[in-house]
């Protein structure tokens, strides 16, 4: 994977990031493309990993900050709005999608590391991330979370149909 290439969600690359998106339900939450589009826009990190001019992967974090907290008030997020009555000054992962085809290639790594050196660089105390439980228990993202010192602060269960591990790692 010698061509690949990490840069900005925008207007170029944002139809084939939200269909990978798409794609990736119910691990990520689906999303109109117009939602996915403020997702990104209000987003303070974001990257798309290209290979060969081809959407392969994503992730998508918003920092603890007066403008993402009105955001996220206004579209109602659930989690975010969770670890901001819990936690303070961190960096919350709304979504990560790598393509089926490329999984387990250290794309999803790649993107965590940039994640936490961006963090680091910008004093930010604590990565947050949920794991759905239910519909189905997402033990991929269990393992790969674990790998990245990440612990369950948590579990919330909004619905008979969906729960979540609340999960941080302190930086």
């Given amino acids: 994977m010698d061509n690949i290439k990490f840069i900005s969600i925008d207007k170029t690359n944002i139809q084939n990031c939200h269909i990978l998106n798409e794609s990736n339900v119910p691990e ?48 109602e997020h659930k ?11 961190f960096m919350y992962i709304d979504r990560v999608a790598v393509d089926a085809r490329f999984r387990n290639n250290g794309i999803a790594t790649m993107l965590y590391d940039d994640l936490i050196e961006y963090s680091l660089q910008n004093n930010i105390d604590n990565l947050t991330a949920e794991i759905n439980i239910l519909p189905s228990r997402n033990d991929p993202s269990f393992k790969f979370h674990k790998k990245f010192k990440f612990n369950e602060i948590d579990t919330k269960k909004y619905s008979e149909e969906y729960e979540v591990s609340l999960q941080k790692r302190i930086l």
């Fill in 28 to 75: 990520v939450g689906t999303r109109t493309l117009d939602e996915f589009d403020d997702l990104v826009r209000n987003s303070d990190f974001n990257q798309c990993v290209i290979l060969n001019k081809e959407v392969i992967g994503f992730i998508i974090c918003f920092r603890d900050s007066s403008k993402t907290k009105s955001f996220m008030y206004n579209i």
């Fill in 79 to 89: 989690n975010f709005n969770e670890f901001r009555n819990r936690i303070k000054n």
